[in-house]
């Protein structure tokens, strides 16, 4: 465009402040794009600050772990029984929050969750509850959480809930072969977390050398859900109910 004209449409006399703002926004975009970049390349990536195919890949390699997952676990409790499906509501859910972790132990619960959100007529949401609460745990939590479903001593309440019956408690270097980890203070954090969201009793104590981590029924039936398992927990554990011991 001739300068004459150029000017001619620039009335206000705008144009360099903006070609200036203009100059000055993609200096702070390409800043970011380099600095997420170098923190966490897959979500610069996501955003489109570098090549997204890389992104999807990464994701996609992790979901199809998630799926690969639910299946062996589909497979190995819906054996003989009539087909069931997940409502695309849940599906959905697990796959966004599933394909963002290469975790290993939270692949497994993902998996799981996917499995057992199937049912006969594929309308149960049920397991929202468990997708919301397990969106929020780390892979060292899970792995506390596994261990405290799998060696608390349960039984069957009056009511026939599953309950723990005593606390359980491990030494520091138990805990921190549990959970995978040397960082005292990180465990306590992580812990203090677990307790927030009412999945554990305790944590750390200030006058014990062992650590509380008891696993409340919520705890127990999530970590049921995240086995692929449909039904009861206390089936799932084997259980007797107080009216069939009598």
């Not at 290993?104 to 959100?117: H, P, R, Y």
């Not at 745990?137 to 405290?148: E, I, K, R």
Request: include cysteine.
């Amino acid at each position: 465009m001739p300068e004459k004209e150029s000017q001619s449409t620039d009335i206000l006399g705008i144009k360099p402040v903006a070609q200036a703002i203009s100059v000055a926004t993609q200096a702070v975009v390409d800043g970011a794009s380099a600095f997420l970049g170098r923190i966490c390349l897959p979500v610069a990536e996501e955003f489109g600050l570098l090549l997204q195919d890389k992104v999807r890949g990464w994701r996609a390699r992790n979901a199809v772990v998630v799926v690969s997952e639910a299946q062996v676990r589909y497979d190995k409790y819906q054996l003989g029984r009539q087909a069931c499906h997940a409502h695309p509501r849940l599906v959905a859910a697990v796959l966004e929050h599933g394909s963002w972790s290469d975790d290993k132990s939270l692949q497994e619960m993902w998996g799981g969750l996917l499995a057992s959100s199937c049912s006969p007529d594929g309308r149960d949401e049920s397991n929202l509850i468990f997708i919301h609460i397990l969106s929020q745990l780390t892979g060292l939590q899970v792995n506390v959480m596994a261990y405290a479903c799998e060696n608390v001593a349960k039984d069957v309440s009056p009511a026939g809930l599953i309950i723990p019956v005593s606390e359980l408690h491990v030494d520091l270097p138990t805990i921190k072969t549990i959970a995978r980890t040397e960082d005292i203070h990180r465990l306590d954090r992580e812990l203090d977390h677990l307790r927030g969201l009412g999945l554990i009793r305790g944590g750390f104590t200030e006058f014990e050398p062992t650590v509380d981590i008891t696993p409340s029924p919520l705890a127990l039936n999530l970590y049921v859900r995240c086995q692929g398992f449909t039904g009861s927990p206390v089936d799932f554990f084997g259980l007797t109910p107080a009216a069939e011991k009598a």
